[in-house]
C-alpha cells in the first residue's frame, strides 16, 4: 500500500476527528448555561486530540517532540472522557451515548499509546505504510 503522507492519513487522526465532530453535534443540545463551561470545555479537549496529533506528525523529526505532542493528545483524550462523565452526570447525553464515545475515546487513547510505544518506527521516514495500525 502507498505510505502514509499527510497526518490525515493516520487511522487515528480519523478517528479523533470523526469522534470530536460527534462531540460537537451532541453538544448543540448542552444547556446554553453551559456554553462558557462544559461545552467549551469539552468541546475543545476534543479538538485538541486531533491538532495535536497533526503536530506531533510535523514534529516527527524529533523523536522526543514527537512523543510529547502525542502524549498531549493522550491527556486531552483522557480529558474528553471526564467532560463526557460530567455531561452523562448532568443527563445531558444518555448511557449509550456516554459509553460509545467513552469507548471511542479508549480505542484512540490505546491507538496513542501504541505509537508512543513504537515513536522509532513513526519517526523513521524510511517505511510509513497505509496498513500500520494507527
Avoid at 467549551?40 to 486531533?50: K, N, P, T, Y
Amino acid at each position: 500500500m502507498g505510505t502514509i503522507k499527510i497526518h490525515q492519513d493516520l487511522k487515528v487522526y480519523q478517528k479523533s476527528f470523526e469522534t470530536a465532530q460527534q462531540i460537537y453535534e451532541l453538544s448543540k443540545a448542552f444547556p446554553k448555561e453551559e456554553l462558557y463551561s462544559l461545552t467549551d470545555q469539552i468541546r475543545r479537549s476534543s479538538r485538541s486530540v486531533s491538532a495535536n496529533i497533526s503536530e506531533a506528525w510535523g514534529k516527527r523529526k524529533y523523536e522526543k517532540s514527537f512523543i510529547a505532542k502525542l502524549t498531549d493528545s493522550e491527556g486531552e483524550a483522557r480529558e474528553t472522557q471526564t467532560w463526557l462523565q460530567f455531561a452523562h452526570a448532568c443527563c445531558y447525553i444518555n448511557e449509550e451515548q456516554y459509553k460509545n464515545l467513552y469507548n471511542q475515546y479508549n480505542q484512540i487513547i490505546g491507538m496513542l499509546v501504541n505509537m508512543i510505544n513504537q515513536s522509532e518506527k513513526w519517526c523513521s521516514f524510511s517505511s510509513l505504510k497505509k496498513d500500520d495500525e494507527n
